[in-house]
């Protein structure tokens, strides 16, 4: 861990980090994103060296997806690629195998190849009792799946998938089980893209399973195990999924300054009134509280010190503190916060929105409250 603190505060990430910036600030949600993003190594920050990775460590990653974020001005597509890193890549490089490892996880580090999580269904998210795709191993060892998945963020685009399916009757914890599902696998079919009012450029689709067969050195963990694989991913997802927000809020942070310094009323700048000042502060606040929990947790991540209940605690704060932030914006602008080039209606669709993925707010309490042995 001193090692990661000390390669952090090292000339070499300091310019590694400037060059993403620089290469943010041009970025396009297009594929070629992707692959650049891999071969600057953001997609492997976070997966030790032993595995293919850069080893830098998880509040490296959270400091490159910020300054992503911030730099490109886009929401969509660092979600998109934090969605994978957490979802995807740590479940694969915790209960991968060393085959699945070279033919999944190195694809996805190189961004040659988009993975998606599938877990939610219609009428099961946070409850998995509830859950109703299901798999069934024929005489042969292949597994066959069967049902729906929705809200499959990088569905659309994805080649590979991590499905939850049901393997047994009874508890969660032991009648899941995870499968690695390439997407020209016979009997997956892709559903529409999910028409969102937040997160632009982030594709979301369902994903429908008729007799879809998957060999059984595709199973991610073992036969039962989907409930540990489900918990490690939801872990660092809801831990660092919202490392994006912060750049997204530093930068309107920036530009409202701008705003109020540029703009005049009766004859002085807005940055001259109280309230607007107050304003700027509250936003300021809700910033630095956020950006300092997430990145308390990501040193702990680095530390192996990465609890359920600090994940969601994270996730909770952070999203709470992105929703107070954009309740200061319109009264900034006024009318002019109607006007797209603001980005404040887009903002806060991006902060409604994190209340709810990964687990809703009252679902980040329950659990909360649970580590706290109520």
């Known amino acids: 861990m001193t090692e990661d603190r000390e390669l952090l505060h090292s000339a070499e990430f300091t310019n590694w980090l400037a060059g993403l910036r620089s290469w943010a600030g041009k970025a396009r949600e297009e594929a070629t994103a992707w692959r650049a993003a891999g071969a600057q190594g953001l997609l492997s920050l976070a ?51 060393e085959a699945q490892h070279a033919r999944y996880l190195h694809p996805l580090m190189a961004g040659t190849t988009v993975g998606a999580f599938a877990a939610t269904e219609y009428d099961a998210g946070s409850d998995l009792l509830s859950l109703q795709t299901h798999a069934e191993q024929d005489a042969e060892g292949r597994w066959r799946l069967n049902g729906a998945k929705t809200f499959v963020t990088n569905g659309p685009t994805a080649e590979i998938f991590v499905i939850i399916a049901r393997t047994a009757e009874g508890s969660s914890l032991s009648g899941l089980t995870a499968f690695l599902v390439p997407r020209d696998t016979p009997g997956l079919r892709i559903g529409k893209v999910i028409e969102k009012s937040a997160l632009a450029g982030a594709q979301l689709s369902s994903l429908l399973m008729d007799d879809c067969v998957v060999a059984d050195a595709d199973r991610l963990g073992g036969a039962g195990g989907g409930f540990a694989v489900l918990m490690h991913a939801m872990r660092y997802e809801r831990a660092f999924i919202l ?38 502060v509250r936003m300021h606040m809700s910033l630095t509280s956020a950006r300092e929990l997430l990145y308390a947790t990501a040193r702990a991540a680095d530390g192996n010190r990465l609890e359920h209940s600090r994940s969601s605690l994270t996730k909770l704060h952070v999203s709470t503190e992105f929703n107070r932030f954009c309740q200061e914006l319109p009264d900034l602008y006024g009318g002019y916060a109607l006007l797209p080039e603001t980005g ?3 903002l806060t669709a991006d902060a409604v929105a994190s209340r709810y993925y990964s687990g809703t707010s009252d679902m980040q309490m329950k659990i909360i409250a649970e580590g706290l042995g109520l």
Do not use: K, N
């Not at 911030?70 to 969509?76: H, I, V």
């Not at 309107?252 to 700048?269: D, I, M, N, T, Y």
């Open 47 to 97: 997966v030790p060296e032993g595995a293919g990775g850069t080893g830098t460590g998880y509040e490296a990653a959270c400091l490159a997806l910020e300054a992503f974020a911030e730099e490109s001005g886009l929401s969509g597509l660092p979600f998109s690629m934090a969605a994978q890193m957490w979802a995807c890549q740590e479940p694969l490089l915790e209960f991968g195998s």
């Open 243 to 280: 490392a994006p927000a912060l750049g997204l809020m530093a930068g309107a942070l920036r530009h409202a300054v701008e705003h109020a310094r540029s703009r005049h009323q009766f004859g002085r700048p807005l940055s001259s009134y109280d309230t607007i000042r107050q304003r700027l």
């Open 344 to 346: 404040t209606l887009a």
